[in-house]
């Protein structure tokens, strides 16, 4: 069993927790709603790399392509450029990229540069909640001879999901 004793009082303070004292999302919150959005069917992907996992999922008429850059602690990482390649497709009506990392979806990151306040006021929280939001951002998807072929770079501990969406798959 885990259980932590207390509920620290500072914003942020590397404890447990999907969420901060103020109802802040934090990355792994964000993560899991990436992930809750991914659709059901499981594609098979090929490749090998000692940080980086991806999943390809298909729900209705779209397509998602999530791919993690993780490490454990002390373990070397770096940011890692991804090829994207799905032979036999058809081009994406719609195709756009979500990403959590250290610069995305990581209210943390302007904690620190507001010099990592004890204290919040309502406006230092509305700001951290617009900075933990993770929108949705146009992705050019190149399309030649019934081939996707994107290459996206993920930030080290990071993760990206890619969805396309088609008009229908027939």
């Not at 791919?67 to 390649?85: G, K």
């Not at 009506?93 to 209210?107: E, G, L, Q, S």
Request: charged share 15%; hydrophobic share 40%; net charge negative.
């Amino acid at each position: 069993m885990l259980d932590e004793n207390y509920f620290p009082s500072l914003p942020f303070h590397g404890g447990f927790g999907l969420m901060n004292l103020h109802g802040v999302a934090k990355p792994a919150y964000r993560a899991f709603e990436m992930l809750h959005g991914l659709g059901t069917e499981i594609l098979s992907t090929q490749g090998n790399h000692p940080t980086v996992d991806s999943w390809c999922v298909r729900d209705g008429n779209s397509l998602t392509v999530r791919i993690s850059n993780f490490a454990l602690p002390r373990r070397p990482i770096a940011n890692e450029t991804v090829q994207i390649q799905l032979e036999n497709a058809r081009r994406p009506d719609m195709a756009t990229i979500r990403c959590v990392d250290a610069a995305n979806a990581n209210p943390k990151t302007p904690w620190v540069k507001m010099g990592s306040p004890d204290y919040l006021s309502r406006a230092m929280v509305e700001h951290l909640h617009a900075a933990s939001a993770m929108p949705e951002q146009a992705q050019a998807i190149p399309f030649s001879d019934h081939a996707l072929l994107v290459d996206v770079t993920v930030p080290a501990q990071g993760v990206a999901a890619i969805r396309q969406e088609f008009l229908s798959f027939a």
